[in-house]
């Protein structure tokens, strides 16, 4: 039971409502100072993060021991992409360069997240989306920020002519020796149309993802259409996870993408994806839309009282460009985080998600 006099007691459902300014007939807001999820992150914390023997975290220049990362960890964000380009119609005129294309800001940027306490950046780039190797490198480089690279395939309106033209198995060994070349750390974002339930060759180009990590044990996110229009399927991620199990892949070694922005405020579909062994990806925090952060937090607060933390990742989706309330790649620790705080989330759970659950995705015991 809470001591509503102590001054290190959590909010009052009452107050959490307040904070977060929701209107009436929302949920209460649960609280936290004796959770479930509290007490095992707290657990988690005093015990320590165990991981198999020979396990790393493969970034662009070295292969790093996951206990060497101790500070926030951001598993899905973009330090290089051309999104018009991928996303313009033939004929069109070209657009204005993206952020990403600025190296300097990029550059920039990722300073003021280290001084945020992040120490490490997945990048969730790959060919299709004209993600350009050199610059991560660059970035890395110039600012000591280790960066994961990833690979894989983004959707079937950018898929390379050889989805088509190959086997699943082909393109899994294909996908697997540019792991291995290029040291990408990650397969990923791997994701489907908007339009409706993923295609047959969306299908097939999950398979051969799944079949690539089969081969290397590289970890899996996904990019889900949440929010994006009124024919994605409410269960796209879970059927994501059918899509990649049904080729070998473990539930624990997944992310489902996006599910931040599934309209889903008792959050149903998501405890469905953790009770499966999955993460859910909470990728677009922090002022990204469609869905505003402060339903995200109520969802996360129901996700939370089913016991759930131990399968959240928190990151942004950023393509670079400052915003009004942070710049890029601060978004997670300056922008979200504090409201996460303020319905009274503690921080040994916050650093359980950004360090531990971040770790545990990462971390792999390569395959020759």
Known sequence: MIDRTSPRRGLTRREA???????????????????????????????????????????????VPPEQLTGTILFHEHLSIDLPAFGRPAGAPPPPPPPTSNVQLIIDEVKAAQADGVVCIVDGGHADMKRKLENLKEISTRTGMPVVASGGYYMERVYPPEVAAKSEDQLAADLAQEAIANRFGAFGEIGENPDGPMSALEQKAFRAVGKAHVRTNLPIFTHNAYGTGPNVPKDAGLHQLDVLES????????????????????????????????????????????????????????????GYANHLLLSSDSTGGPTPDAPAYKRTTSVFLPLLRQAGVKDETIRAILVDNSRRFLAFVPKS
Do not use: Y
């Not at 992150?41 to 220049?61: E, H, Y």
């Not at 489902?256 to 149903?268: F, K, R």
């Open 247 to 306: 080729v070998g892949v473990k539930p624990e070694r997944i992310v489902i993408g996006h599910s931040c922005c599934l309209d889903d405020p008792s959050a149903e579909v998501l405890k469905a994806i953790a009770k499966r062994g999955a993460f859910v990806g909470f990728d677009r925090v922090g002022g990204m839309r469609p869905v505003p952060d402060e339903q995200k937090v109520r969802t996360l607060l129901a996700f939370f009282d089913a």
């Open 17 to 63: 409502l307040a904070i977060l300014g929701a209107g009436a007939g929302l949920a209460l807001v649960p609280e936290f100072e004796g959770s479930a999820a509290a007490l095992a992150a707290q657990r988690g914390r005093a015990a320590g993060v165990s991981f198999p023997k020979g396990a790393i975290i493969r970034t662009l220049f070295k292969d």
